[in-house]
Nanobody
Framework: QVQLVESGGGSVQPGGSLRLSCAAS????????IGWFRQAPGKEREGVSC????????YSADSVKGRFTISRDNAQKTVYLQMNNLKPEDTANYYC???????????????????????WGQGTQVTVSS
């Protein structure tokens, strides 16, 4: 079955960097879109960055644009989220998620929302604090 396992979270000071990984198994990875989402206490889950199927078109929310980069390695069945210049407001539990997408899609804000995604990992905590 579809399995997603996140790793790479932790505690960093403002301005620091982390790289999150999402290891996938149990499905034809290249035919699925993958997204990173986050949820802070008391807030709704929100889309951070998403990448389309094998051709790797990306979308990032305005709040992280220029600081976060999503990428996928189809050979390793892994999606990464490189997070630079972290801010306290980036503190949240970060999840990766996926949905079946064998055909061309335009990766944009509408395709990077939680309700679009069927399968979810357990999450990894990111804390940014001095």
């Amino acid at each position: 079955q579809v399995q997603l396992v996140e790793s790479g979270g932790g505690s960093v000071q403002p301005g620091g960097s982390l790289r999150l990984s999402c290891a996938a198994s149990g499905f034809s990875f290249e035919h699925y879109a993958i997204g990173w989402f986050r949820q802070a206490p008391g807030k709704e889950r929100e889309g951070v960055s998403c990448v389309s199927n094998s051709d790797g078109r990306t979308y990032s929310a305005d709040s992280v644009k220029g600081r976060f980069t999503i990428s996928r390695d189809n050979a390793q069945k892994t999606v990464y989220l490189q997070m630079n210049n972290l801010k306290p407001e980036d503190t949240a539990n970060y999840y990766c998620a996926t949905f079946f997408s064998p055909h061309y899609i335009s990766m944009n804000q509408a395709m990077c929302v939680p309700r679009q995604y069927d399968h979810w990992g357990q999450g990894t905590q990111v804390t940014v604090s001095s």
